[in-house]
């Protein structure tokens, strides 16, 4: 199994940053693309952002609009999501997911983490 666990989540105010962390274990490949999605109450799960093993990465531009930044870190077999200038609504539980290809979509993912709290006041 591979597993995957989130951190870096909690409370920020409306124009700060967070910096969330992902960190894998078990029998990963290094040819892993990792994702980020997140899913708001009341919502459905929704794409951020995924990096291939090489470094391309792609982001879902209507939501993301510039401000968050993946990438990562293969020796320590880390992936990270900058989030900056963050809203209101970026509020959602934060997932991170391993895959075998870039996607925007959930079912290119194997493995899921448990999900990081992101709440965004005012």
């Known amino acids: 199994q591979v597993q995957l666990v989130e951190s870096g989540g909690g409370l920020v105010q409306a124009g700060g940053s967070l910096r969330l962390s992902c960190a894998a274990s078990?029998?990963?490949?290094?040819?892993?693309?990792m994702g980020w999605f997140r899913q708001a109450p009341g919502k459905e799960r929704e794409f951020v952002a995924a990096?291939?093993?090489?470094?391309?990465?792609?982001y879902n531009e209507d939501s993301v609009k510039g401000r968050f930044t993946i990438s990562r870190d293969n020796a320590n077999k880390m992936v990270y999501l900058q989030m900056n200038s963050l809203k209101l609504e970026d509020t959602a539980v934060y997932y991170c997911?391993?895959?075998?290809?870039?996607?925007?979509?959930?079912?290119?993912?194997?493995?899921w983490g448990q999900g990081t709290q992101v709440t965004v006041s005012s």
């Open positions: 990096i291939s093993w090489t470094g391309g990465s792609t």
């Open positions: 997911a391993a895959g075998i290809a870039l996607s925007n979509e959930s079912p290119g993912y194997f493995y």
């Open positions: 078990g029998r990963t490949s290094s040819t892993y693309v």
